[in-house]
């Protein structure tokens, strides 16, 4: 028996296009829109909206003059409403994390780590610069910001998980205030990750809160964008 499909066509388009996909190897160039519309006998509208859908999804990245592509797969998930390190999310993944080290240093406070860390009389902090790595490949640069004064003299070996090490001196991250902010390539940052030049990044920029609700480390992570995905879960509110 022949089951004629009643759905919009737009989205016949997708499920042909999905399939299709799942065929592909990251990095593909689709054809052009004209050839893809032909192929499929659908109008280029109709074509446009489901590349959008599908790019709105993560399964295609569309670069403007350039052409369609299929995205790459992330090796990571995780969900941005659960508080870990880096180097939890890594282990969650199944992978092994690891850690290479750039630079560390301690700096004048300027104005705005004081508004910051709420610390009107704050002089110094110590910042520290790295790589994340799982399996060996770069995933995350990181520079990580604490009041000196926390430190207390203790040295921060350069491996160490700073979630971790704030825990042993009696400071436990309790939760965390996030800004995430998508970028295209980052002429540093991009490099030392080893991004392709059209590969896009997500910093979060974060700060961390103890206890007793007092900021204690500031971070600014870029994730790259192909290897890394975060959802999200949103309850409705039934009051």
């Known amino acids: 028996m022949i089951k004629t499909d009643y759905r919009p066509l737009y989205l016949q388009v997708i499920d042909k296009l999905r399939k299709d996909i799942a065929q592909y190897e990251e990095g593909r160039q689709l054809p052009s829109e004209f050839e893809l519309a032909k192929q499929m006998g659908v109008s280029r509208a109709t074509l446009r909206e489901a590349l959008r ?5 993560g399964l295609l990245v569309r670069r403007h003059g350039v052409g369609t592509f299929v995205n790459a797969r992330p090796l990571l998930t995780s969900g941005i409403e659960e508080l870990s390190s880096v180097t939890d999310m890594i282990r969650q993944a199944g992978m092994e994390p690891g850690t290479i080290f750039l630079s560390d240093s301690v700096l004048e406070a300027t104005a705005e780590d004081q508004v910051q860390f709420k610390e009107s009389d704050l002089e110094q902090v110590f910042q520290v610069e790295r790589l994340r790595t799982a399996d060996g490949m770069p995933v995350v640069y ?3 910001r604490v ?3 926390l430190l207390a003299n203790r040295s921060v070996h350069e491996t160490r998980s700073l979630f971790q090490f704030l825990s042993d001196i009696g400071k436990t991250i309790t939760y965390a205030v996030t800004y995430i902010e998508p970028i295209g390539y980052h002429e540093t940052v991009s490099e030392l990750l080893e991004s392709d030049a059209g590969a896009s990044l ?3 920029n974060q700060t961390h809160y103890d ?3 007092q900021p204690i480390l500031y971070s600014q992570n870029y994730f790259r964008a192909d290897k890394f995905k975060f959802h999200v879960l949103r309850r409705r509110n039934m009051s």
């Open 211 to 213: 206890q007793y609700d």
């Open 202 to 204: 997500l910093l979060l």
């Open 53 to 57: 859908l599908l790019e709105d999804e």
């Open 142 to 144: 990181c520079l990580d």
């Open 147 to 149: 009041p000196n004064h």
